[in-house]
């Protein structure tokens, strides 16, 4: 079994899909081999092809290969000037150096003018034509020797984001040419969007011979002939190079549940997808957390719930990992106990992301989000007062928004900025297929029969340009909006804002020491 990640998502920590994916192989005694090929195309490992070098700029060339190390150690991370200026150098090279002409190239993206990952007809293109991808030579090489150690293989591509689809055809076209018999399994989370659409009809039968739609940990058992493929089995990092990604340590993705507590959300995808909430038990959880954390030795733990639930926020505070930890989380009266934030402090918390989305109240109402303001504005100040940095994600232009509306948004936003660490701003999107949506006067959002979401008429007028005239004329230009933005790190955003967060590096020198302590040194 091949399992491969496919390039470009942020390099900054191993992809949690695959790791769980490995984890269940080995636990059944498959064997199995992993192909990073997002970290080994974006951080230079194998020969990506180049322009000339006159198309680097003398201080990229110069500064490449130190800003790479600057970004894997803790220093590089002391002085923000210095470290932004690191990440766009770094991606200064990509865009300049790895990017053909017609590609845009970055730590977070991949477009190309001549094809769109939103049309099935292209990503075949893609595929037929897997010479012309930038990084062709690197997966080649990669494949050639991957296969010719491993006969027949099954080989497993996870396809998460828009921005790996092409890359990910043109590995797959690749090989279909290579071994015209080879198996290839596609899954992940952009997969299973287009899967649980209700007119979804595969249009990628020549190139994949199993499509997977949510876990896919059973499917791939049942491929490699497990008679019996249940069974726990914990994430496993042995197959990747940890110290390679772009971040002063390991970053060990987790999840201890499938699917969201709430789901309750209007035009929520868990919702429209009809994904069950799975939690896993918590003393599985704190099991599994404390022995990866003993054997990798992690700089940070990253939960990746949906929404953290208040019982795991608890077990964590009265068990904890050992570990600096960060994940999502909804703003509950849990959390506007300073008392409870304190003990997830002690614990290790040191960032929460919380999708706060709007400061009006009959948005938040009609969008169902099960909050109200007032906790809103307790959990900012109590996670604030206990030292926990916040991830603020905000809305805009949902259907029952409204400038007045936006403007409220602004005005708490203001109220609490020095309780608001770092902000995310969207626009709204309209899902294709959720409820609500057939209440509105659509048409295609994206040309594109893969697309996810739709343009609609907005009912009071507050449609997406006018938005964002709004957020760049008024709303990032108000001088508290403006200094929390600033501080967003570049391309890595909330992946590495909590090595910003000044608890960060007092929980990890107070864990470490905890850790060492358990384990006897």
Known sequence: MILVNPPVVKPCEAPAGIAKLTGALHHHGIACEVFDANAQSLLGKGEAPRKS???????????????????????????????????????????????????????????????????????????????????????????EMLLAKNENPIVGFSLNYLSQALCTFAMM????????????????????????????????????DKMVAGPGEAVLLSLAGVADPSGQSAPDYRDFLLQDYLAPGPILPYSASRGCYWQRCSFCPERTEKNPYCPFPAGRVLSEVESLAEKWNPVLIHFLDNAMSPALLRALGEEPP?????????????????????????????????????????????????????????VLRALSQSGIGTYVYLLFGTPWETLEAAERTLEFTVKHSDAIDFLNLAVFNMPAHSAESEQFASKDFYEGDLSLYREFVHP????????????????????????????????????????????MWEAAAGEGKGLAARKGH
């Open 322 to 378: 050992g570990v600096p930890w960060y994940g999502f989380a909804r703003m509950t009266h849990h959390l506007a106990d300073p008392e409870f934030c304190i003990a997830l402090r002690k614990a290790g918390c040191v960032m929460l992301k919380l999708g706060l989305e709007s400061g009006d109240q009959a948005v938040l109402d009609r969008l169902d989000k099960g909050i109200d303001l007032d906790t809103a504005s307790r």
């Open 53 to 143: 070098s006159d198309a680097w700029t003398r201080r990229a060339f110069r500064h490449h290969s130190k800003n790479l190390l600057l970004l894997k150690d803790r220093g590089g991370y002391e002085n923000f000037d210095r470290y932004k200026q690191a990440v766009l150098g770094i991606n200064h090279v990509l865009e300049t150096q790895a990017s053909p002409s017609g590609v845009l190239l970055s730590l977070s993206n991949y477009e190309d003018e001549r094809l769109s990952p939103l049309k099935s007809k292209d990503l075949i293109r893609a595929a037929e034509e897997a010479e012309k991808n930038p990084f062709f030579p690197l997966f080649r090489d990669r494949f």
């Open 173 to 208: 076209g690749f090989l279909k040419r290579l071994v015209p018999g080879v198996k290839v399994a596609l899954g992940g989370s952009l997969v299973t969007s287009w899967m649980r659409r209700p007119e979804w009809r595969n249009p990628f039968g020549g190139l994949v």
């Open 460 to 503: 009071r007028g507050w449609d997406r340009s006018v938005v964002r005239q709004f957020l760049d004329k008024k709303f990032r230009r108000h001088p508290a909006v403006a200094a929390i933005l600033r501080k967003d790190p570049p391309y890595f955003t909330s992946n590495h804002a909590p090595f910003f967060c000044p608890a």
